[in-house]
């Protein structure tokens, strides 16, 4: 990579691995930001009450009963893509068990099965995956092959990952001997530096 800039660096090492032009170009403008050293905080001064917005209540006792149709267009979306490293884990988080035998992935399963069953249509789940979590989370779902949930087209779409950097230089980081070390954990902003 020697005579590339950082930019065409971080990009080569995202292409690797299949991210999309989107991708990049999101995290290209972050780069950008950071290299300008444009402050994106918000002044605290800044921040005023919203203004004008309706009642809970009154906007519950305004709405309709739920149209079964529109149900079935729906999707539920969970985010999914933690390991419970915090917590001494390297899976996710979702295949801890909150009762013998049961995850909270399979409480989530049973959440949808009573939605469609409630509406009488196959409501979607759609797991907002990491790199990370994917392969168990997906593993666990082969349980549940029957009812639709083993079908990754179906059911994952997984988060976009970025590199980690060098401190001084922006440039990638470089783990030979753990390449997945090179990447920032799944929902974490930007950059994790290094020296």
Known sequence: MRGMSSFEQIESKMKSVGLS?????????????LESKQSM???????????GVADWDALVAAT???????????VLIKLNGGLGTSMGLQKAKSLLEIKPG??????????????????????NLLLMNSFSTSEDTMAHLSRYAEDG????????????RVPKLVTDT??????????????????????????
């Open 21 to 33: 032009e989107a991708a990049i170009n999101a995290f290209r403008h972050s780069v950008h930001v």
């Open 102 to 123: 049961v995850t909270f992935l399979d409480l989530i399963v049973r959440q949808v099965k009573s939605l469609r069953a409630a509406a009488g249509y196959p409501v």
């Open 64 to 74: 309709p009963e739920a149209d079964a149709a529109l149900l079935a267009q729906s």
């Open 149 to 160: 949930f083993a079908d990754a087209d179906k059911v994952e779409m997984i988060q976009n």
């Open 170 to 195: 922006l440039a990638p980081v470089s783990f030979p001997a753990n390449p997945e070390l090179e990447w920032c954990p799944p929902g974490q902003w930007l950059v994790v530096a290094y020296r």
């Open 41 to 51: 905080l918000i002044p605290e001064s800044d921040i005023v009450p919203a203004e």
